[in-house]
């Protein structure tokens, strides 16, 4: 398997306050090399300390990640990350942005920048590539910071609420690209959002999380064609179902088990 979760936990500790707030509770999961993968659940449920664990951002957690055979310890560049800061530098263009990571991977002036120029064409920012980060608009930042990540073909690719912080026509936009792009190129992407219709609309898969500490509550397979009709049948009966299950998992008060 391309990337297997097994047995991860995460509790936090608070030493001062003698304190533990228990994250993740026993995640298992294998998946598949170039599949598009969301994970949903309630705000605060432990999603984005789950891709901190898979980024090997975190150093003690319980369980191991496995990428392409080998186990994960720490960062490094076969694990791409984008969050929803662009976290773009602000002093450097588009251009000196995107090959970022290959200069500091050492690679020569003139090869990173044919390399951030193709990434440029591919994303349809040509004509851009001098302006820096505030002159562009917010899905164009965002494009840059996928294009960042992306340039170092990573092995897979974290996003953690990407779009979070787009109007909702650029986030459409944005979803649109995101697809597009997965016709050219089959990244192997782990996303997380609280949007169930980009979910539906983007995954192979969707990962529906309890709340705090996350369990995988239900595993739904998407095989609706691309490029998606977003009102078609399918998406919708699957849609309504995650909702449900996340209805249920906010109003449900039984005790939750740590
Ligand atoms: N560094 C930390 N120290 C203590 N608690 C944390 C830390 N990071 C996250 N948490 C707690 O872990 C839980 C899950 O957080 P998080 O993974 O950010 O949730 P989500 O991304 O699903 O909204 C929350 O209750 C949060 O307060
Ligand atoms: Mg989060």
Known sequence: MYLELVRI?????????GTKTCAIAQIDLQIEKGRFISFVGPSGC???TLLRIISGLENSFEGEVFLDGKKILEPHSEVGLVFQQYALFPWRTMCENIEMGLEI???GKAERRAVAKEYIRLFG??????LYPCQLSGGMQQRVAIARTLVMNPKVVLMDEPF???DSQTRNDMQE???DLRQKRNDTVLFVTHNVDEAVFLSDQIVVLSKRPARILRIFEINCSKPRDRTSKEANDIRREVIGILRRERTDTSPVVS
């Open 9 to 17: 936990g995460k509790t936090f500790l608070d030493e001062k306050q």
């Open 105 to 107: 991977m050492g690679m």
């Open 164 to 166: 979070g912080s787009l």
């Open 177 to 179: 690209f995101l697809m």
């Open 46 to 48: 432990g999603k984005s």
């Open 125 to 130: 920012m040509e004509g851009f590539e001098r």
